[in-house]
């Protein structure tokens, strides 16, 4: 099975700070990866896919990159509603692993 | 719009068993792979089972193979999963998603419902 990591696994960040945020596979996955954002009591919401396609509606400040088996989400400036739990998934397999999380705060 | 209410959730004894339900509106139910995913209280996602459009494809996750099994009614624009031998590492929020699937994007999930607590205590 393909595992996957996140690094760093939190983070405190400014308004307007520059994010990045890592998601490693334990194989080769393409560039099957999709990223997800997660605020506390709420669904996850698709941002990215395929690894650097932006979902519809989602603001242009978010982009992905990578492929094989390194990928990153980058927030290119932090914004307030920007603060939660943000989540890698591969879907090279139909055993679609999730990443642990990288939870963003407030610094 | 495209809408997902999972309902069934609830507390449960260790070793037994519950049905959750996904209801689908906005969108051809039909036409669309559905997953399962959970959540246990504080930890991260954890995909669950998968079920193909017209139930011809299914996966589960390790942790719940032999367990859990899904299911679909696209005549009745919903997808299930029956619980069986239920442990206390079960309790979580249960989600149901619609999976979106490209030949260059493989799968994704685009729409979420608002979860179901499930929880196993005795």
Known sequence: ?107 | QVRLVESGGGLVKPGGSLRLSCEASGFTFSEHYMSWVRQAPGKGLEWVSYISSSSRYINYADSVKGRFTISRDNAKNSLYLQIHSLRAEDTAVYYCARAVFGVTTSYYFDYWGQGTLVTVSS
């Not at chain 1, 405190?12 to 560039?31: E, K, L, P, W, Y």
């Not at chain 1, 990223?35 to 242009?60: C, E, M, N, R």
Request: hydrophobic share 30%; aromatic share 12%.
């Open chain 1, 1 to 107: 099975d393909i595992q996957m990591t996140q690094s760093p696994s939190s983070l405190s960040a400014s308004v307007g700070d520059r994010v990045t945020i890592t998601c490693r596979a334990s194989q080769s996955i393409s560039s099957y990866l999709n990223w997800y954002q997660q605020k506390p009591g709420t669904a996850p919401k698709l941002l990215i896919y395929a690894a650097s396609s932006l979902q519809s509606g989602v603001p242009s400040r978010f982009s992905g990159s990578g492929s094989g088996t390194d990928f990153t989400l980058t927030i290119s400036s932090l914004q307030p509603e920007d603060f939660a739990t943000y989540y890698c998934q591969h879907s090279y397999s139909t055993l679609f692993t999730f990443g642990p999380g990288t939870k963003v705060d407030i610094k």
